[in-house]
């Protein structure tokens, strides 16, 4: 699909991520546009194609308009919310609700990881991981045996994994909720998702977690502490939950090394021992 050519200027800056800036049209309320930095050509098109596939499935997310692209860079319009606040940012203006919010939120990733899905229109997550475990340049030939002996041994399933699930990418807009950056979206074992939940609380560094969601570490460890009750049930055994939740945490290096180039030694730590 080709890309259609845009004005940029017809758009004002509304914030910056990881892959790209995000901008509201300037006389249509209800478009915004997520624009892709330069050289990510491939990462924009298929996110764009994903994107459309989860709306289609019924997953609460912005709705995707059209592949566009101003002469340098690409991107993808969506439908605007109007009102939306992410929640990490409401928990960084309120850290005194950081409990409130994490069972609501462990409402939309229950609701998430209960969502059947047609496996023919996404991939596997064990395949994904698999596949960026044999791309990955600082694991050694035994290390990769070993984490790839463990990824196949995982559960198998065929309900929704958000694939970058963290409490920047889930909105509020009023009464209702919606999951964003899909990119990595897939199918299989929830854990593969829940890892990252704790990966951005507890692993992550007080600097990033200040610059990225807006609160400070120990906030952020409040928000996982109430989620991980919330989301697995009061009765479950929660400290055999955590143990494992803490190993896909560690494999979610895989990902983060995909972006930054470069070894993750707080999360690799949660491998030792356990896989290599």
Same mark, same amino acid.
Not at 25 to 51: I, N, T
């Given at each position: 699909?080709?890309?259609?050519?845009?004005?940029?200027?017809?758009?004002?800056? /509304?914030?910056?991520?990881?892959?790209?800036? /995000?901008?509201?049209?300037?006389? $249509?309320?209800? *478009?915004?546009?997520?624009?892709?930095?330069?050289?990510? *050509?491939?990462?924009? *098109?298929?996110?764009?194609?994903?994107?459309?596939?989860?709306?289609?499935?019924?997953?609460?997310?912005?709705?995707?308009?059209?592949?566009?692209?101003?002469?340098?860079?690409?991107?993808?319009?969506?439908?605007?919310?109007?009102?939306?606040? /992410?929640?990490?940012?409401?928990?960084?203006?309120?850290?005194?609700?950081?409990?409130?919010?994490?069972? $609501?939120?462990?409402?939309?990733?229950?609701?998430?990881?209960? &969502?059947?899905?047609?496996? /023919?229109?996404?991939?596997?997550?064990?395949?994904?991981? #698999?596949? #960026? #475990?044999?791309?990955?340049?600082?694991?050694?030939? #035994?290390?990769? =045996?070993?984490?790839?002996?463990?990824?196949?041994?995982?559960?198998?399933?065929?309900?929704? +994994?958000?694939? $970058?699930?963290?409490?920047?990418?889930?909105?509020?807009?009023?009464?209702?909720?919606?999951?964003?950056?899909?990119?990595?979206?897939?199918?299989?074992?929830?854990?593969?998702?829940?890892?990252?939940?704790?990966?951005?609380?507890?692993?992550?560094?007080?600097?990033? +977690?200040?610059?990225?969601?807006?609160?400070?570490?120990?906030?952020?460890?409040?928000?996982?502490?109430?989620?991980?009750?919330?989301?697995?049930?009061?009765?479950?055994?929660?400290?055999?939950?955590?143990?494992?939740?803490?190993?896909?945490?560690?494999?979610? &290096?895989?990902?983060? =090394?995909?972006?930054?180039?470069?070894?993750?030694?707080?999360?690799?730590?949660?491998? =030792?021992?356990? +896989?290599?």
């Amino acid at each position: 699909m080709k890309p259609q050519l845009i004005d940029l200027s017809d758009y004002i800056q /509304s914030g910056e991520g990881a892959n790209g800036v /995000s901008y509201n049209h300037r006389s $249509d309320p209800e *478009v915004m546009l997520k624009m892709y930095f330069p050289g990510k *050509v491939q990462q924009p *098109v298929d996110e764009f194609h994903v994107a459309r596939k989860v709306f289609h499935a019924g997953i609460p997310t912005p709705e995707p308009g059209d592949l566009v692209t101003d002469g340098e860079r690409v991107g993808i319009r969506f439908r605007r919310l109007t009102g939306k606040v /992410s929640f990490a940012r409401a928990i960084g203006d309120n850290p005194a609700a950081a409990a409130d919010y994490a069972v $609501d939120f462990a409402r939309m990733c229950r609701q998430l990881h209960a &969502t059947h899905v047609n496996t /023919s229109d996404f991939e596997n997550v064990k395949h994904r991981y #698999l596949r #960026l #475990l044999k791309d990955n340049p600082f694991f050694t030939d #035994l290390q990769k =045996e070993k984490i790839a002996a463990f990824i196949r041994q995982a559960p198998d399933a065929d309900t929704a +994994i958000h694939g $970058d699930l963290q409490f920047g990418n889930a909105l509020i807009v009023g009464d209702k909720r919606y999951f964003i950056d899909l990119g990595d979206f897939c199918y299989g074992y929830p854990m593969f998702d829940l890892g990252m939940v704790y990966a951005t609380t507890y692993v992550s560094e007080e600097a990033f +977690i200040q610059e990225a969601f807006h609160m400070d570490k120990a906030t952020a460890k409040r928000f996982f502490d109430a989620f991980l009750p919330a989301y697995f049930g009061e009765d479950a055994d929660l400290d055999a939950k955590l143990r494992e939740l803490k190993i896909y945490a560690g494999l979610k &290096t895989l990902i983060v =090394e995909r972006d930054t180039r470069r070894p993750m030694p707080e999360f690799r730590a949660l491998l =030792e021992g356990v +896989i290599y």
